[in-house]
């Protein structure tokens, strides 16, 4: 059995998450209560259920203030009893969640006659802290479209069907906002930007030009090296400490060439090491 915890701030993306799993063969349950949680399990495995069946629960902020606090214990429980449990958490940056409360005109869970929309957002993500300090893979939606959203999530859990820890290496651009989501995060601004090279500026570190400017290079070149002897040494321990997720954010300036390129190579690099290595350029929109 495979148990895939949901949680997060409303409007981060919870309910497309849930709509992804349950369209790749997920049992989805969306807003149980947290104490329930661990007579769920009793209840599907005493029916039997087999190993390879996959369940994906969703645990939100209108639980009980003290369950939501007990809820780590609830993980370390279900896991010693050896259940396959992993907990993914969304959110996305307070302008974001505004903007999209105020697109939609929904109704935040949280608020009343003394509780504005802001403050609810506040609130939640209070009462959601001791679930988001658990979590095994964070999700920054605020940079994402419905439809990569989507992806991302079918991208990331259904690349956990494979055994070991499922890297993600994120090119980004600072100047767009920081990458939340990532675990590391290596600053490659210090190298030389074809942002200021006319024929390459409308281009990206995809493209052959850009690759050939930045290859020549010997600080492009030492970078790559040492990141990848970083991975290369540290990815295992990561590995052997059960972590199921890991996210490595690449960023530049724009989000365009340099971080682009550079996150492209590691791919190339490490992927024959490690047997699951996904690639995302945060800014490039197709």
Not at 76 to 101: H, I, W
């Amino acid at each position: 059995m495979r148990l895939l915890i949901i949680s997060g701030r409303s409007g981060s993306g919870k309910s497309t998450a849930l709509n992804v799993l349950e369209d790749i063969g997920f049992t989805c349950i969306d807003n149980l209560p947290a104490s329930l949680l661990p007579t769920l399990i009793r209840q599907v495995r005493s029916h039997g259920e087999k190993d390879e069946n996959s369940y994906a629960v969703s645990i939100d902020a209108r639980n009980d203030q003290d369950d939501l606090q007990e809820f780590p214990d609830f993980v370390v429980a279900l896991r010693q009893q050896g259940l396959d449990c992993e907990l993914l958490y969304f959110d996305a940056d307070e302008g974001t969640l505004l903007k999209r409360f105020s697109e939609t005109r929904r109704k935040h869970p949280l608020t009343d006659d003394q509780t504005d929309l802001r403050a609810a957002i506040d609130q939640e993500s209070e009462l959601l802290a001791p679930i988001a300090s658990i979590a095994d893979l964070t999700i920054d939606s605020s940079h994402l479209s419905l439809h990569q959203l989507r992806d991302l999530v079918k991208k990331r859990v259904a690349g956990r069907e494979s055994p070991g820890m499922a890297v993600l290496l994120q090119s980004f651009g600072f100047k767009h906002g920081p990458a939340n989501d990532c675990d590391l995060v290596f600053d490659v601004r210090c190298l030389p930007n074809p942002h200021w090279n006319q024929s390459l500026r409308a281009l990206t570190g995809q493209d052959e030009a850009v690759a050939e400017f930045l290859s020549g290079h010997e600080d492009v070149r030492d970078m790559l090296d040492d990141i990848e002897s970083y991975l290369q040494r540290w990815l295992p321990k990561f590995a052997d400490d059960n972590r199921s997720y890991m996210t490595i954010g690449i960023g530049c300036t724009g989000g365009q060439h340099r971080s682009v390129f550079i996150a492209e190579q590691l791919h190339q690099r490490i992927e024959a090491t490690f047997n699951n290595v996904q690639l995302r350029h945060r800014e490039l929109r197709k």
